[in-house]
């Protein structure tokens, strides 16, 4: 299958893990001073992917730890989340549970 090359705001993705409707992406730009970036992306069904949490850097191995970094956080609170709702034995709270957590996040990170 031949996918398209995907990109955001310049930044071609070389790489991405996805969640569920959620991913973390690596990037990489050849004319920015921080050729390389990480982002959180929400995948909205229908629209355009919501890339945000730029994280930038000059060298790509930096790049690839905060990747790898970031893949492994967002595995950690998927984890939690999904232990928390077992503990409610409401299975179908997940998502709902995860996104009110993502916002809440987003809204300390402001």
């Not at 004319?31 to 890339?51: A, H, I, S």
């Not at 409610?88 to 997940?94: A, Y």
Request: glycine residues 4%; hydrophobic residues 30%; aromatic residues 14%.
């Amino acid at each position: 299958m031949n996918e398209q090359k995907k990109t955001n705001a310049g930044y071609f993705i070389r790489d991405r893990f996805r969640f569920d409707e959620f991913e973390i992406v690596l990037g990489e730009h050849q004319t920015q001073k921080d050729m390389y970036v990480t982002w959180e992306c929400r995948m909205n069904r229908g629209k355009l992917p919501n890339y945000y949490w730029g994280h930038y850097f000059k060298s790509y191995p930096e790049a690839v730890i905060d990747y790898a970094n970031r893949i492994k956080d967002k595995a950690q609170f998927i984890l939690e989340v999904s232990k928390q709702n077992k503990e409610l034995n409401d299975p179908g709270q997940f998502k709902k549970d995860t996104r009110k957590r993502m916002k809440e996040r987003d809204e300390l990170e402001r």
